[in-house]
């Protein structure tokens, strides 16, 4: 993934994160762009790069939406997970998703242990946007160090 792409999935999941902890929802817009700027963001990128962002986005698309219709995820979660699988690839992406869920389930579990049961006075659901911006920036910066051997897929494929 080069800088360019880095730099706009970023940008876009902080966008997402902050909408999300004001008004508890992830807006489409930014989806949007971050879809439509995908294609420019594979300029110049190996062979393949685009193969390996459908992968990504059907790896970590479709266990989000299962979560949307079975737990309670909101349906901005799914689609930014699953753009940020597109950018990411099945391994940098699963890995965002996991660290996400992980700092995301830790921070919930603190409010519990602190008897408190709002998140910032608007409900008792944490958001997940913030969390999954973590994780693909977590992803980013250490992800060929980290997917590859954990999920056993060659080094330069992830």
Avoid at 109 to 133: H, I, K
Wanted: with cysteine; net charge positive; glycine share 18%.
């Amino acid at each position: 993934m080069n800088l360019l792409a880095q730099a706009w999935l970023l940008s876009g999941g902080l966008v997402a994160a902050v909408y999300d902890l004001r008004e508890r929802r992830v807006p489409n817009a930014v989806i949007v762009a971050l879809l439509a700027a995908w294609p420019l963001c594979g300029i110049g990128q190996p062979g393949g790069w685009w193969a390996r962002g459908l992968a990504g986005f059907m790896l970590v698309g479709l266990p989000l939406l299962a979560l949307a219709l079975t737990a309670g995820l909101g349906m901005g979660d799914v689609k930014l997970g699953a753009v940020m699988g597109l950018y990411l690839g099945p391994g940098r992406g699963l890995l965002a998703v996991a660290a996400g869920t992980v700092a995301g389930g830790l921070v919930h579990a603190l409010l519990v242990l602190l008897g408190r049961q709002t998140w910032a006075g608007r409900g008792s659901e944490v958001p997940f946007a913030p969390f999954l911006t973590l994780g693909a920036l977590g992803a980013t910066i250490l992800g060929a160090h980290f997917a590859a051997p954990v999920l056993g897929v060659a080094r330069g494929h992830i």
